[in-house]
């Protein structure tokens, strides 16, 4: 069967090839022997040996060009319909008798957009005839092969060809051209005036070469291509030159409608450790029109788990494009009747939909749908992909937004369906749907008809916003219960922000602000207890019914920079330290007052009296207890050097380097808080080390109190009171360095390229790609010799009674045997678990047309091997040979 679709897809090809000469016919007779050019004794290029005795014999007119190009305009004659133009850059010769014309050397005919270069050309204006051949040059070298060219067409490369344009009939000899990724080669092609090709001793291979030296491919005897129809004759493989007479088809008929059309996909066949034999993918391409299709594929097992899937993809020409993908798998694991025997049932659903912006200026919609159960990845290794980075993926995310500008983009409306699921955790939230509207900020107090610049009260700037959400936190299993959707959270939200910015004594940002945020709820809680045979059991009720929430706070505060210079220390030119302080006064009132009515009080089963808001746990949260004043603070750090360079010969041999970025502490005060009046302190920063090969980011939290190990929290106590100025409770670190900055650019571009040429790649095409190359580092790039990269990411977390700490180090790299070699890995190591991340080497064969890669995971979960050798050409991805023998959930 893959014989028979090779065949198909050759004739597909040829049927292409009819754009070499759209509309006319060629006849004539093959120039093999009588036709060749020859070489005289005067080592001069000669014409073709059938014209030559006439040249001889006959009153001869010559013009003699020399290196001097000429051209002859033929006006209209009888039988043409135009102006032939001839161009001859070496010489022109005319046989008044038989009028014919012989041009030399980069020789042209322009005929109704149709156009000829070679370097010998005759012209018969009694048959309305023209004959392109090259020349035998004084190497005895055929060269200045005919080039045709025809309106909007490629040009097209023969050995010789014949046309004539009365009867618009040629034949061509010697052709080879390309067509959608692979080649064609045929020593005669013919076409008459019904539209209909036929071809002789032709040739269809996967190489460039006009003798593939890595050739699979079909051989030809002879083919018929009509409109509708492709009718060959016997044809049979050829591979390494080698033909394969044994797998002949000797005879072959095949409908070609010009358009899709629906057919059988053909699966891929291979073992699996868990799940036994497989067939996968088989299934049937259905075409409905010019702007959808779909594939329906199922995979089998022969211990009988089973996959199936529904594809999709739908596009509109300026307007929209997208697809969905549908995917469903029952996996059972293990000996049947036994405690290991399992059976799991997963499913995958997936959506993508973009609008172009000129389909409709102002509106947007988008859609980008990744949902399912948590195990789908895991049992079916992504899929058979073996992508690693999908199947230790934590989460999945869907977003379908919409949105519509208004008053000259003065009013933004936004509405959008999200989905987010925790698959550690099994948690699911959705967001059906969340929507926002919001008011550009303005001026309420200045004029349009302003002169000079703004007063202060001109300066005030307000805004306004409103959202909306339905949402809903649940566990995955029981989503779509009715008990489940009717916990569904809504309300709206209003916030109105004023703000006030000016200039003082020029070196100071003076800030002010007021924040108003409102919220209407249709759900509260209620806490209560209930007497059960088990003792008295604390309840939440939920109350339905409208309620409104709202908040307000103030702000005000200063901004400044300062600027530091340090003396020169040897190398060290100048060092610039940038501060930048600020300071805000905020205040909040307590709305747990019970003038609010936002907080109740419960007594708990041990007695003890809580104070608790009736909005907790509602989707904009309660209102702040606690009245708060105090002070904000945060101080920003910015450390340059200048130091001399040999090598950087710019600003006078003085080069700039970043020490620390963005080194900032951040923090509060609150006057009036009972207890823990200083907040934590939280800093973050980075720098780039060796020449910026290293970018390192780091994090923490500062605690300024104590803690008491004996009694597991923190007291009202000063860290610096116990000897310490705090305590560290949280800090972070990362990094990443390639030793070959190079190959780490290539890399990264061959990503991004491959990332841009999966929107024209057929589905199957995409898996196959992401089968062979599963992994970011199996981009193949032969002009970088070598690369070795790593990265590097460190956690600590002590909030007082129990330390943690998480390290991983990851590596990857590659390296050139030779030329057409190349060796792939990647592997790191959890320092916590003490183990061995997902390890993969890879070796990859250029084989020119073809190319071979090896890939081998030797131990973990996706234990497992495989070879592919695969044709480069995209039109043939079914060419290609598997072994995989995966240990897929063995240990």
């Known amino acids: 069967m893959s014989n028979l679709r090779s065949v198909a ?3 597909s090809c040829i049927s292409l090839f009819l754009t070499i000469f759209p509309g006319v016919s060629v006849y004539g007779q093959e120039n093999s022997k009588q036709d060749s050019s020859r070489i005289d004794t005067l080592r001069q290029a000669t014409p073709p040996s059938d014209t030559t005795a006439k040249v001889l014999q006959d009153t001869l007119t010559l013009d003699s060009l020399g290196n001097r190009p000429d051209t002859t305009r033929q006006e209209q004659t009888d039988g043409l319909k135009a102006v032939v133009s001839i161009v001859a ?8 008798k038989t009028n014919i014309i012989h041009l030399y050397k980069e020789a042209k005919v322009k005929y109704e957009g149709f156009e000829l270069a070679a370097d010998y050309i005759r012209v018969n204006n009694n048959t309305n005839e023209i004959f392109a ?17 025809f309106p ?16 618009a009939n040629g034949i061509t000899f010697g052709i080879f051209t390309e067509v959608e990724g692979g080649y064609i080669q045929a020593s005669r092609v013919r076409k008459n005036q019904y539209n209909e090709m036929s071809l002789y001793h032709g040739m269809y291979s996967t190489c460039n070469l006009p003798q593939p030296h890595t050739h699979f491919g079909i051989q030809i005897s002879k083919g018929i291509v009509t409109e509708n129809q492709i009718i060959a004759g016997p044809a049979y493989l050829v591979m390494e030159g080698v033909p394969l007479r044994f797998i002949t088809i000797p005879f072959g008929f095949f409908p070609k409608p010009n358009k899709r059309s629906s057919g059988f996909l053909f699966p891929t066949f291979g073992e699996e450790f868990n ?3 497989f067939m996968r993918d088989i299934g049937w391409y259905l075409a409905f029109n010019d702007y959808w299709d779909s594939e329906i594929r199922g995979t089998l097992y022969s211990k009988g788990s089973y996959e199936a899937s529904i594809l999709t993809r739908y596009r509109v020409n300026y307007k929209y494009n997208g697809g969905f993908n549908i995917r469903y798998a029952n996996t059972k694991n293990g000996v049947e009747g036994t405690d290991q025997y399992r059976s799991t049932k997963d499913f995958n659903v997936t959506w993508n939909h973009t609008q172009l912006q000129e389909a409709n200026p102002g509106t947007t919609f988008s859609a980008n749908v990744n949902f399912g159960t948590s195990s789908y990845a895991q049992n079916t290794a992504a899929g058979a992909s073996y992508n690693y980075d999908e199947i230790t993926r934590n989460s999945m995310n869907s977003s379908i937004s919409y949105g519509k500008t208004f008053l000259d983009g003065k009013v933004n409306f936004t509405s959008s369906l999200r989905h987010s699921q925790d698959m550690a955790a099994k948690t699911v939230s959705l967001d059906l749907p969340t929507f926002s509207l919001s008011v550009s900020s303005f001026n309420p107090f200045d004029s349009k008809d302003r002169i000079g610049e703004q007063k202060w009260y001109q300066r005030i700037n307000v805004s306004y916003s409103l ?11 029981g989503l779509f219960n009715k008990e489940t959707l009717s916990q569904f959270q809504h309300g709206f939200q209003h916030s109105i922000p004023v703000s006030l910015s000016l200039n003082v004594l020029k070196f100071f940002q003076f800030n002010t602000s007021v924040n108003y945020n409102e919220g209407w709820h249709f759900q509260t809680y209620r806490r209560r207890l209930e007497n059960t045979p088990n003792g008295f059991e604390e309840l939440r009720d939920t109350v339905n019914g409208f309620t409104r929430s709202y908040d307000y706070s103030m702000s005000s505060g200063l901004s400044t920079k300062i600027y530091g210079m340090y003396p020169k220390i040897g190398k060290i030119q100048a060092m610039r330290h940038v501060i930048t302080p600020s300071f805000n006064l905020n205040y909040r009132p307590d709305f747990s007052d019970p003038m609010y009515g936002f907080y109740r009080r419960f007594i708990d089963a041990q007695g003890r009296e809580n104070l608790y808001s009736i909005f907790q746990g509602s989707r904009y949260g309660s209102p702040g207890s606690g009245r708060s004043m105090g002070i904000g603070f945060s101080i920003d750090n910015n450390l340059e050097a200048k130091i001399l360079s040999k090598k950087d010969t710019t600003d006078g041999g003085v080069k700039k380097i970043p020490i620390l970025q963005g080194l900032t502490f951040s923090g509060n005060y609150n006057f009036v808080a009972d207890s823990f009046k200083l907040s934590n302190i ?13 970018n390192l980011n780091f994090n923490g939290t500062f605690d300024p109190y104590s803690f008491d190990r004996q009694a597991g929290r923190r007291v009202n106590r000063y860290a610096i009171k116990d000897g310490q100025l705090a305590r560290l409770t949280n800090f972070g670190l990362s990094f990443d360095y390639s030793f070959n900055p190079d190959a780490n650019k290539s890399r990264q571009e061959g990503l991004d390229s491959l990332d841009n040429q999966k929107a024209n790649m057929t589905p199957e095409q995409q898996q196959q790609l992401a089968r062979i190359s599963s992994d970011p580092n199996a981009f193949v790039d032969f002009n970088i010799p070598w690369n070795l990269a790593g990265s590097f990411s460190f956690q600590y977390s002590n909030p007082g009674h129990q330390t943690r700490i998480t390290a991983t180090l990851n590596i990857h790299g590659d390296f050139s045997l030779t030329p057409k070699w190349k060796v792939q890995f990647n592997s790191g190591y959890d320092f916590r678990q003490k183990e061995v991340s997902m390890t993969r080497f890879s070796i990859y064969r250029d084989l020119h047309c073809w190319d071979m890669s090896f890939g081998w995971v030797p131990f973990g979960r996706f234990q497992s091997y495989n070879v592919t050798i695969r044709a480069k050409a995209s039109i043939l991805q079914d060419l290609k040979l598997t072994k995989r023998n995966d240990s897929f959930g063995g240990f």
């Open 682 to 694: 939280n800093f973050s920063g980075r720098t780039a080390l060796f020449n910026q090969k290293i």
């Open 275 to 277: 799940r036994g034999f």
């Open 133 to 149: 051949s090259g020349l035998m040059d004084h190497n005895n070298k055929y060269s200045g092969r005919p080039v045709v060219i």
């Open 467 to 477: 959202r909306g959400d339905n949402i809903l936190n649940a566990r995955e299993t």
């Open 152 to 167: 909007n067409e490629t040009p097209k490369a023969v050995d010789s060809l014949r046309y004539n344009f009365d009867t």
């Open 9 to 11: 897809v050759f004739f």
């Open 89 to 96: 850059a070496d010489s022109q010769v005319t046989e008044v």
